[in-house]
């Protein structure tokens, strides 16, 4: 299957501080971005959906001031979290698929803690 | 929306036992994955299975799309097996809803 490689694996930061997580498609071209956030114990949730070249679309309740999101390439996607709080911390896991795919490929996810 | 509704929520096994979890759904769909979430957070994908039945190895899945289910079945299960299972569904193109999973702990 096809590879997404998500960096970093986990992050600490402070509380107040900006925290960038990178989405890669290695052996393909996605098209299709997908970026969603675990709390512990819990299912995926999606927060938004992202579309090389254009802005992303965000579910109802995420702040896209405060998770943003770039698309700007066909194999890289980034989610920045902004003036980080506690209550950010979680799983974030990001998802692709190619224009002619219809099946989704995982990253491995980053585990966020802010302090 | 689409309600995903996984059983059983928890399990255990004794290392060589098999089992079936399940998968409903509310709505019909377009896509229905099944993956496995190892005690790392890392997920893999088990199957792409929108319909029909399909085998790997030890793990086969059948989805009923007519009636709304998909069946994740596991055989001579591992410790290896360890982990969450969860099902997502594809309702409208590229919106991915999960189940809230299935805890399996395959003990030696």
Redo the contacts between chains.
């Keep these: 299957?096809a590879v997404v490689s998500q960096h970093p694996s986990w992050v600490i930061c402070k509380s107040g501080t900006s925290v960038k997580i990178e989405c890669r498609s290695l052996d393909f071209q996605a098209t299709?971005m997908?970026w969603y956030r675990?709390f512990p114990k819990?299912?995926?949730?999606?927060m938004a959906?992202s579309n090389e070249g254009s802005k992303a679309t965000y579910e109802q309740g995420v702040e896209k001031d405060k998770f943003l999101i770039n698309h700007a390439s066909l194999t890289l996607s980034t989610l920045t979290v902004t003036s980080a709080h506690p209550e950010d911390s979680s799983?974030y896991?990001c998802?692709a698929r190619d224009w002619g795919n219809?099946?989704?490929?995982?990253?491995?996810?980053t585990?966020l803690t802010v302090v | 929306g689409i309600q995903v509704e996984q059983s059983p929520p928890d399990l255990i096994l004794q290392e060589g036992a098999n089992s079936t979890l399940r998968c409903n759904f509310s709505d019909s769909v377009?896509?229905l994955?099944w993956?496995h979430q190892n005690p790392?957070?890392?997920?893999?994908?088990l199957f792409?299975i929108?319909s029909g039945t399909k085998q790997n190895g030890r793990l086969s899945a059948t989805t009923v799309a007519t009636e709304r289910y998909s069946l994740l079945y596991i055989s001579s299960s591992q410790t290896t097996d360890s982990g969450v299972y969860?099902c997502?569904v594809?309702l409208d193109f590229?919106?991915?809803?999960?189940?809230?999973?299935t805890k399996l702990n395959v003990k030696p």
Aim: proline share 2%.
């Design positions: 299957g299709t997908f675990q819990q299912s995926l949730m999606l959906t799983f896991i998802s219809t099946e989704a490929f995982f990253g491995q996810g585990r | 377009n896509n994955q993956f790392w957070g890392q997920l893999i994908n792409y929108p969860f997502a594809e590229n919106k991915f809803y999960f189940g809230s999973g």
